[in-house]
Structure formats: C-alpha cells, structure tokens
C-alpha cells in the first residue's frame, strides 16, 4: 500500500489506483456507508471516494477518474431518459411521477437520490 501524500519532499502524488487499490476501494464502497470506511457520515458520493483514495492509498483521484471507476463497477449513473427507455414501467414512471418529484424537490431545494 502506498504512503499517503503529505507534501513533503520527494512525496508523488500518484493519480490513479493500481487492480488491488481498486478492488479495496470497491469493496469498502458497496459494503456500507462512507462511515464504515472511516470517512464522516452520509451517502456515498465522488467527493467520499476521493477522499477515501486518498486517505488509504495516497491516490488524488480526478473526477474523471472515479467516473471510470464507477463505471467499471457498474454504478455510473444514467441519464434518466437512457434509463426510462429500458422499460415500460420505468418510462410510465418517468413521465407520470419525475416531473412531480422534481417540482417538489425544486421547491424545497432538496436533492433527489435513488
């Protein structure tokens, strides 16, 4: 495992995580909140990821970087039309209930996550 970057001298800082960083980072995101990981409590966001790379294996992660990462991991997100369109259920859902739900959350300034 790497060093974690402190800005001393000679200290590289590395910007993308070898096949067992990965797989660490993977795990410890799918197997609970960003508290179990050590991280403040709340959701799993690519800010938490960065800053778990960081923290265990001294990677700065772009935000680039930790898309490809969820990508990999099937986790990217899709744009909601792309996802509507797989299914007719889903598409009823997204005409009928998403405007709705975003009027509300617009009104409350909330953030809708699913």
């Known amino acids: 495992m790497s060093a974690p970057v402190d800005g001393t001298a000679g200290d590289e800082s590395k910007d993308e995580v070898d096949a067992e960083q ?41 935000a680039r970087a930790v898309s490809r990462l969820l990508e990999r991991w099937g986790l990217a997100l899709q744009p909601l039309p792309d996802a509507a369109a797989r299914s007719a259920a889903a598409s009823a859902w997204a005409v009928a209930d998403w405007p709705d739900l975003l009027l509300q959350a617009r009104q409350r300034k909330a953030k809708l996550l699913w």
């Open 22 to 62: 990965e797989a660490d980072l993977r795990r410890l995101a799918l197997q609970g909140p960003p508290e179990a990981a050590g991280l403040p409590a709340g959701l799993w966001d690519a800010a938490a990821l960065q800053s778990l790379a960081q923290s265990r294996h001294g990677v700065v992660l772009e």
